[in-house]
């Protein structure tokens, strides 16, 4: 079992920066792909970004890239998501999942992964 709890949420500018974290526990947590989601209200959850198990490849959603980016620190069991020019399009809740893998590719589907945390709300007002 990994337990991951997110952190970092908040209320945000337009144009203001947020860097959220993912605090993983229990296992091996070098071993595992993270990947950040987030779901709007009344719309599915989406791949935002994601980070394979050494940090040498990642994956952004193209609503994301050149905004955001995604690192761990696998010494303190964690994964950053820093969002810089925030937009009110992404405001949601976020999560972060993880999953079992030595891969080198990044999965997006929810279903690739197999662990989630409960979410931290971000808003960013206009």
Do not use: H
């Not at 860097?19 to 229990?26: D, E, F, K, N, Q």
């Not at 009344?42 to 690192?71: H, L």
């Not at 999560?95 to 971000?122: L, P």
Request: hydrophobic content about 30%; glycine content about 12%; charged content about 20%.
């Amino acid at each position: 079992q990994v337990q991951l709890v997110e952190s970092g949420g908040g209320l945000v500018q337009a144009g203001g920066s947020l860097r959220l974290s993912c605090v993983a526990s229990g296992r091996t947590f070098r071993n595992y792909a993270v990947g950040w989601f987030r779901q709007a209200p009344g719309k599915e959850r989406e791949f935002v970004a994601g980070i394979n198990w050494s940090g040498g490849s990642t994956n952004y959603a193209d609503s994301v890239k050149g905004r955001f980016t995604i690192c761990r620190d696998n010494a303190k069991n964690t994964v950053y998501l820093r969002m810089n020019s925030l937009k009110p399009e992404d405001t949601a809740v976020y999560y972060c999942a993880a999953d079992y893998s030595v891969e080198t590719v990044v999965r997006g589907r929810t279903r690739d992964y197999e662990y989630w945390g409960q979410g931290t709300q971000v808003t960013v007002s206009s």
